[in-house]
């Protein structure tokens, strides 16, 4: 059985078990399906957080705030989950370049993509400006967050 197919298996078991068992503060359980191309989590904790390896592995960097550089995660990261709180400014705009310059994507509260290797996701805002239409993976400079996903 492929690692993909133990994942899928493992996160559809974990969407089960949200919705038959009392959600707790500290449980990160996952929800939503895999045909969307992220995933719901539980527990918000106001942080974006990357990861630069896939499915939450290699180094974290997280910000409560925005941010026009990040640092040792730039242009290095392939899972991005915004645990953001629910509310005002509550969807992340991810940037290629730093101080919210170039094309940008936009990730949605409670939102997570676990792997951005497979270039399903891509700078779909900003047409005519740089990297727009390019894959987000290893290619984020800085974020801002904002109140909602719109193109713009």
């Given at each position: 059985m492929s690692v993909k197919?133990?994942?899928?298996l493992a996160a559809s078991a974990a969407a089960v078990a949200v919705l038959f068992s009392p959600a707790t503060g500290a449980s990160a359980?996952?929800?939503g399906s895999e045909g969307s191309k992220s995933v719901r989590l539980a527990s918000a904790d106001g942080f974006l957080h990357v990861?630069?390896?896939?499915?939450?592995?290699g180094r974290?960097?997280?910000w409560s705030g925005n941010s026009n550089d990040w640092g040792t995660c730039r242009n290095?990261?392939?899972d991005i989950w915004n645990n953001g709180y629910a509310g005002g400014l509550d969807a992340v705009d991810l940037y290629t370049a730093p101080n919210a310059g170039g094309a940008h994507a936009c990730i949605s509260q409670g939102d997570r993509?676990?792997?951005t290797t497979t270039g399903n996701y891509r700078?779909?805002?900003g047409a005519g400006l740089e990297q727009f239409g390019a894959s987000v993976n290893n290619?984020?400079?800085s974020h801002r967050w904002v109140d909602y996903c719109s193109q713009g």
């Open positions: 197919r133990v994942l899928t359980l996952e929800s990861y630069t390896q896939p499915y939450g592995g974290e960097c997280k290095l990261t392939s993509w676990w792997d700078f779909t805002y290619n984020i400079s």
